[in-house]
């Protein structure tokens, strides 16, 4: 008779059996955040974010861009922001070297290094796009700030 798969550590000793009780009191499961549940976050003009989890060193939430919205220039302060397109298409403006600009398609993933000022555009006139962002680091989640003078980024 063929024996039941175990997900439990193998115990060598009262030692690990010590372990096993430690990790238990700590762990609580699996934490699940329903859509209704979100809660609002941070705001940039034209960018609604609803945060998800957060802790001391990482945010996680979604930003939807309306049809056709170009948000307020902004940034994260000294948080990396990971994320990852679910639908949609975004363009990213930022200033590096002057203004540049990167076009992102639905299943694509991007990294927004610490203090890089930029702004998100939805390029469509018809649907609005939605990104999920983890934010890693501490203090502010946005920083936002005046527009660049024209020409001068």
């Known amino acids: 008779m063929p024996q039941k798969p175990t997900f439990l550590p193998k115990l060598t000793s009262a030692r690990s059996l010590v372990g096993l009780v430690d990790l238990a009191s700590v762990m609580t499961g699996i934490e699940v955040v329903r859509d209704s549940d979100l809660t ?27 049809p056709g919205v170009v948000s307020g220039w902004h940034h994260h302060g000294k948080r990396h922001l990971y994320g990852f397109l679910v639908s949609g298409r975004l363009q990213l403006e930022y200033l590096l070297n002057g203004t540049q600009m990167v076009t992102l398609q639905a299943g694509d993933f991007f990294h927004i290094p610490v203090g890089l000022v930029h702004r998100d555009l939805n390029p469509d006139k018809d ?12 203090g502010p989640a946005v920083i936002n700030v005046e527009a660049p003078p024209e020409g001068k980024s």
């Open 127 to 138: 649907c609005a796009l939605i990104v999920v962002n983890v934010l890693a680091g501490k």
């Open 40 to 66: 609002k976050g941070a705001s940039t003009h034209g960018i609604t974010r609803m945060r998800a989890f957060e802790s001391d060193d990482l945010l996680v939430s979604q930003s939807r861009v309306g």
